[in-house]
């Protein structure tokens, strides 16, 4: 079955951090750009950052950037999204997703279930 699951959310308190994953199954991410997205309760869902399919293009969202740190792992077919810094508008459910033209993430062929982050004091 190919899929992607995100894990490492969780609790945290303002100013701290987590670190993401979003491994691949079923499939290599290798050609793929991923991206990570976020939704918060009641709010649209947002593009946090992008790393293309060679690491070569990486983008974030003006809202994470000094914050957030996406990289990728090819060889253990995984991505992550490390969150310093985190404020409470930090909070979401983040998925990641993967787009199969390898840069940019647009239309992604495949989502994760999402991860929740919650920044509470």
């Known amino acids: 079955q190919l899929q992607l699951v995100e894990s490492g959310g969780g609790l945290v308190q303002p100013g701290g951090s987590l670190r993401l994953s979003c491994a691949a199954y079923?499939?290599?991410?290798?050609?793929?750009?991923i991206g990570w997205i976020r939704q918060a309760p009641g709010k649209e869902r947002e593009g946090v950052s992008c790393i293309s399919s060679n690491s070569g293009r990486i983008d974030y969202a003006d809202s994470v950037k000094g914050r957030f740190t996406i990289s990728r792992d090819n060889a253990k077919n995984t991505v992550y999204l490390q969150l310093d810094a985190l404020t409470p508008e930090d909070t979401a459910v983040y998925y990641c997703?993967?787009?199969?033209?390898?840069?940019?993430?647009?239309?992604?062929?495949?989502w994760g279930q999402g991860t929740q982050v919650t920044v509470s004091s």
């Open positions: 079923g499939f290599s991410l290798d050609r793929y750009a």
């Open positions: 997703a993967a787009d199969g033209r390898g840069y940019p993430c647009q239309d992604y062929d495949y």
